[in-house]
């Protein structure tokens, strides 16, 4: 038994199940403060007086403040261990979600708070990839990182629902101390990692890093042009004649899809394991054919439009994080924090760059730019694959 918990670099008390639920109600736990403000911005723009302008400006800080925060929280996870990296995000998020409800008093404020508990969020992510890289068989790896991908929609529909059940009641400052609570409650299961930090010092392997940041620079690309979706579509479908009704209800549609694709690709990957990254330029370019029919006018391009454009446009993520630790198991936070840099740069950079083109030209010209960018965002993960390919060979 002990020859084997040390060939498989797992440790024998964590089974697959309490990884993966680990891993998701940390991502959960990690993602939702940002998520949250999103969900509550109209409350909160009505106390704090900040405009959709101001909104866009917090979540870019955020995704910026991750982006800073990714390589470091790498290391920190290479050198402390996926168990205590993943308890100090939840902190941290925590921390984050009761600042804002007893110290946000102003739009700066607010950007601060959020920008400090960015780190929880790569802390989180990056020890989640590790957990489930070391306690998870490979051969059902894929499916795990698209489960726990998932959870980033499932933070956004928590968020949503705090809405109606809380801040609509009790004020919005305490649907953030209500939220604190249940992300507190992820600390409880957080599996145990016995390796020690001796043996994680020994795992050091050569890393494709040419290869990861080419992969890095393709997610930034379609992370920026996926946010956008979010961002400005029912802005864009009121624009071109359409009621906000249907334009939020395909959003949800395609969130909806989103979610499914995530889970599906993982279970695909399993089965065709040498094609991750293959799937995820596929997935690229039916989301670019989606982002471009939003600059057509009507309900129908609308909807297809989403569903492509998110629905398989933004299902890639869990993907990336499989193909990645795959090449990379004895340093799995140390090359996924490469690649989760281009994802927050490009959470980052999408919306600022792609809203301030709609305001200087027009919406279907700036959804015209952003399928060029998903476009071209496939061709770099196929490069990125071709260099995976080459590195594994060598």
């Not at 959960?28 to 909160?44: E, R």
């Not at 956008?228 to 549609?253: E, Q």
């Not at 399993?270 to 330029?281: H, Q």
Request: proline share 5%; with cysteine.
């Amino acid at each position: 038994m002990a020859k084997r918990k040390i060939l498989s670099g797992r440790s024998a008390s964590t089974s697959p199940f309490q990884a993966s639920v680990g891993a998701l109600t940390t991502t959960i736990a990690v993602s939702v403060p940002v998520f949250l403000v999103g969900g509550l911005a109209v409350q909160i723009g009505d106390e704090l007086d900040f405009s959709p302008a101001g909104l866009g400006l917090a979540v870019s800080a955020y995704f910026g403040a991750s982006a800073l925060a990714s390589l470091p929280a790498g290391y920190l996870v290479e050198r402390f261990g996926a168990t205590r990296v993943s308890r100090a995000g939840i902190i941290l998020s925590v921390a984050s979600l009761l600042g804002v409800a007893a110290f946000a008093n102003t739009l700066w404020s607010l950007i601060l708070i959020l920008a400090l508990g960015a780190g929880a969020n790569a802390m989180g992510q990056l020890a989640s990839n590790t957990a489930l890289s070391r306690h998870v068989p490979p051969r059902r790896q894929g499916l795990s990182f698209g489960i726990k991908q998932a959870a980033i929609p499932v933070a956004t529909l928590l968020s949503g629902a705090a809405v109606p059940v809380v801040a609509l009641t009790l004020g919005w400052r305490w649907a953030f101390v209500f939220m604190a609570g249940l992300a507190a409650g992820a600390l409880l299961l957080v599996p145990d990692e016995r390796e020690t930090a001796a043996k994680r010092a020994k795992s050091t392997a050569k890393r494709a890093t040419g290869a990861l940041i080419v992969i890095g620079v393709g997610a930034t690309l379609a992370s920026g042009s996926a946010n956008a979706l979010g961002t400005f579509l029912v802005d864009s479908a009121v624009a071109r004649g359409i009621s906000p009704g249907p334009a939020g209800l395909s959003l949800t549609l395609g969130s909806a899809v989103c979610v499914t694709s995530r889970v599906l690709g993982g279970w695909l990957a399993d089965r065709w394991p040498d094609r991750s990254i293959t799937m995820i330029s596929g997935l690229l370019l039916a989301g670019a054919l989606g982002l471009g029919l939003l600059a057509a006018p009507g309900s129908l391009p609308l909807v297809a439009g989403v569903v492509l454009g998110f629905g398989f446009g933004w299902a890639w993520p869990g993907l990336m994080n499989f193909a990645v630790v795959r090449l990379h198991p004895q340093a799995p936070a140390a090359a996924t924090s490469i690649t989760q840099t281009g994802v927050y740069a490009g959470g980052c950079l999408g919306p600022l760059g792609l809203g301030t083109l709609a305001t200087t030209t027009s919406y279907p010209t700036m959804w015209v730019v952003a399928a060029i960018a998903m476009l071209g965002a496939a061709v770099a993960m196929l490069a990125g694959s071709h260099l995976l390919r080459r590195h594994a060979g060598s």
